[in-house]
């Protein structure tokens, strides 16, 4: 599956059966685990874009999920030669420090279109993984021209289990929303088109409330239903099974009683701290309009609490431009809404 900025999660979890011999086959199948599948599209030319995953001091500066810093990488990218990569930064499960090392070997380098490489984890427990049939992965990662822009389509796996590649999901797509701001910030000036539709969005706002009432305004139902959707917009369906894996039902109301309702799943969710979720709005039909991926982080700053958000699109229709060019007005005005509401003393009163 494959859409503008896409971010999909394929599953491979097919197995070979071996005949013969009057052996049980399921004894003699090969573990072919899961497969991770990110395409992202960004504002940048395929050269600068290149540079950035191949030059090291420009690697290290969005390398890694949000809130993660690279203190040590190490690569030549000449085929057959070992890299290493060591990243500090907080458990997302638990806040507490912790420091990553990753390591590998390049298999293929075939400039500005292609990088192939192994990638493992030097000490999983570090990560919060459980040990693995899989010692290894390999990543591949393309490059494809779009006008101004470049498509990047990238793989890793196998994984052993659909939460571990969910996991690394949740990380890349971090690291990626990273990129996104790096290349914005390296890459020549660049003036949108009237017809282009949006893609991407990146926001950080600070809060004047603690970490633990904002986080609760966004993943309790009875609270998010107060502040959530555009100005003028009520909440009358607001559902959150708030945990990984957790659905999510949304009914938006315009002022002139349009329904707008959204279906979506957490993929991943660490209270406080941070969740990831998919979400598609649907069509008077019931079909998806589109599909978005949205990561929020929370973190405890001088004077309140301080989100951001990050949200791409990973499927599209037809139907979807009219709809995402206002996403960035929308999740604007839904910010203030939530600063409102957490700032107002009515959130303390439903403790």
């Given at each position: 599956m494959q859409g503008n900025g896409s971010s999909v999660a394929d599953v491979s979890n097919e197995r070979e059966m071996v005949q013969g011999g009057g052996m049980d086959a399921t004894m003699l199948e090969p573990l072919r685990g899961y497969e991770l599948k990110i395409t992202r599209v960004f504002n940048a030319p395929r050269e600068l874009v290149w540079k950035a995953w191949t030059e090291p001091e420009r690697t290290v500066e969005w390398?890694?999920?949000?809130?993660?810093?690279?203190?040590?990488?190490?690569?030549?990218?000449?085929?057959?030669?070992?890299?290493?990569?060591?990243?500090?930064?907080?458990?997302?499960a638990t806040g507490q420090p912790a420091t990553m090392r990753q390591s590998g070997r390049v298999l293929e380098v075939r400039p500005p279109e292609l990088l192939r490489y192994t990638f493992q984890w030097d000490e999983r427990s570090c990560a919060g993984l459980p040990e693995s049939p899989f010692k290894e992965?390999?990543?591949t990662v393309s490059f494809e021209e779009q006008g101004d822009k470049t498509v990047m389509h990238f793989t890793q796996g196998p994984f052993a289990t659909e939460s571990e590649r969910d996991g690394h999901m949740g990380g890349w797509n971090s690291a990626f929303?990273?990129?996104?701001?790096?290349?914005?910030?390296?890459?020549?000036?660049?003036?949108?088109?009237?017809?282009?539709?949006?893609?991407e969005l990146h926001m950080r706002r600070t809060f004047a409330a603690p970490l633990q009432m904002v986080f609760?305004?966004?993943?309790?139902?009875?609270?998010?239903?107060?502040?959530?959707?555009?100005?003028?917009?009520?909440?009358?369906?607001?559902?959150?099974?708030?945990?990984?894996?957790?659905?999510?039902?949304?009914?938006?109301?315009?002022?002139?009683?349009?329904?707008?309702?959204?279906?979506?799943?957490?993929?991943?969710?660490?209270?406080?701290?941070?969740?990831?979720?998919?979400?598609?709005?649907?069509d008077g039909k019931g079909q998806p309009l589109f599909e978005l991926w949205t990561s929020v982080f929370f973190e405890e700053v001088e004077g309140g609490t301080e989100v951001v958000l990050d949200v791409h699109v990973t499927k599209s229709t037809p139907q979807a431009p009219m709809y995402l060019k206002g996403m960035k007005e929308g999740w604007k005005q839904t910010l203030d809404k939530l600063g409102a509401f957490v700032t107002a003393g009515n959130v303390t009163a439903k403790n």
């Open positions: 390398r890694g999920p949000r809130g993660f810093k690279v203190t040590e990488f190490e690569n030549t990218w000449v085929e057959g030669e070992r890299w290493r990569l060591t990243m500090v930064g907080k458990v997302p992965s390999v990543i929303d990273r990129f996104a701001e790096f290349m914005l910030a390296e890459g020549p000036p660049r003036q949108p088109k009237a017809d282009e539709t949006p893609t609760d305004a966004w993943t309790k139902p009875e609270r998010m239903r107060e502040w959530w959707g555009p100005a003028c917009f009520t909440t009358p369906v607001c559902e959150l099974d708030a945990r990984s894996g957790g659905s999510i039902r949304i009914h938006m109301q315009a002022p002139d009683g349009t329904v707008y309702p959204i279906v979506g799943k957490f993929v991943e969710f660490f209270p406080p701290y941070r969740f990831h979720y998919t979400s598609s709005p649907l």
